[in-house]
């Protein structure tokens, strides 16, 4: 998966600008909302023309313009990262049956409708061997407006333990296994499903 990035633009504080739902936002907001816009329009253009694509992987595949939800500046949360004392070692298994294993090393927590919810993060290992962090999550989307296995966040562990990470729904993305049948990915466990409608981020591509 492709790594996401952020480039920040400054507006004039005088400027409040009004988006499509009717909604009065911050020039802060604003150009947040014009940078994932802005990044979304980068990763379709990656899919229809880089070698790598899963559209460009699979004959099979046919390349169109990724679904998304409008940008919402509320599904955006800040929280450290809480460890688990046990990282246990757990089998998740991927979407053509074969078992994986992955460590639960820790979650994440943020309070949304006046409830709290907490994200598991995963350490997994690529085939190469190398290490990553990664979150996975269902909701009450799944399924429906979304992919029916479930949608992933993009995770970088920070050395600091003091370090504050973004939950950025916005960023939600579909794994490749959304796009082509040739592709596995790991399916969320039942530890991993948020009792609340996740409107934000990619929406189910078929």
Same mark, same amino acid.
Request: proline share 4%; with cysteine.
């Given at each position: 998966?492709?790594?996401?990035?952020?480039?920040?633009?400054?507006?004039?504080?005088?400027?409040?600008?009004?988006?499509?739902?009717?909604?009065?936002?911050?020039?802060?907001?604003?150009?947040?909302?014009?940078?994932?816009?802005?990044?979304?329009?980068?990763?379709?253009?990656?899919?229809?023309?880089?070698?790598?694509?899963?559209?460009?992987?699979?004959?099979?595949?046919?390349?169109?313009?990724?679904?998304?939800?409008?940008?919402?500046?509320?599904?955006?949360?800040?929280?450290?990262?809480?460890?688990?004392?046990?990282?246990?070692?757990?089998?998740?298994?991927?979407?053509?049956?074969?078992?994986?294993?992955?460590?639960?090393?820790?979650?994440?927590?943020?309070?949304?409708?006046?409830?709290?919810?907490?994200?598991?993060?995963?350490? #997994?290992?690529?085939?190469?061997? %190398?290490?990553?962090? &990664?979150?996975? $999550? =269902?909701?009450?989307?799944?399924?429906?407006?979304? /992919?029916?296995? #479930?949608?992933?966040?993009?995770? %970088?562990?920070?050395? &600091?333990?003091? $370090? =504050?990470?973004?939950?950025?729904?916005?960023?939600? /993305?579909?794994?490749?296994?959304?796009?082509?049948?040739?592709?596995?990915?790991?399916?969320?466990?039942?530890?991993?499903?948020?009792?609340?409608?996740?409107?934000?981020?990619?929406?189910?591509?078929?």
């Amino acid at each position: 998966m492709i790594k996401i990035f952020f480039l920040f633009f400054l507006i004039p504080a005088s400027m409040f600008l009004l988006n499509s739902c009717g909604k009065n936002y911050t020039p802060e907001e604003e150009a947040y909302i014009n940078e994932i816009n802005q990044l979304r329009k980068l990763k379709d253009e990656d899919f229809k023309s880089s070698l790598y694509s899963p559209f460009n992987q699979d004959v099979k595949a046919h390349y169109a313009p990724l679904k998304y939800f409008d940008v919402d500046p509320d599904l955006k949360f800040t929280s450290k990262l809480f460890e688990y004392e046990l990282k246990d070692t757990i089998q998740v298994l991927g979407t053509k049956g074969e078992a994986r294993k992955a460590v639960r090393y820790g979650y994440l927590k943020f309070i949304y409708q006046e409830k709290e919810f907490k994200v598991n993060v995963y350490k #997994g290992w690529t085939e190469n061997g %190398e290490a990553y962090f &990664s979150i996975w $999550f =269902t909701d009450n989307t799944t399924g429906e407006e979304t /992919y029916g296995v #479930g949608r992933y966040l993009d995770f %970088e562990l920070s050395p &600091s333990k003091e $370090f =504050t990470y973004t939950i950025d729904f916005n960023l939600a /993305y579909n794994p490749y296994c959304a796009y082509s049948s040739t592709y596995s990915c790991a399916v969320p466990t039942k530890e991993d499903y948020l009792d609340i409608e996740i409107k934000a981020g990619e929406k189910n591509f078929h």
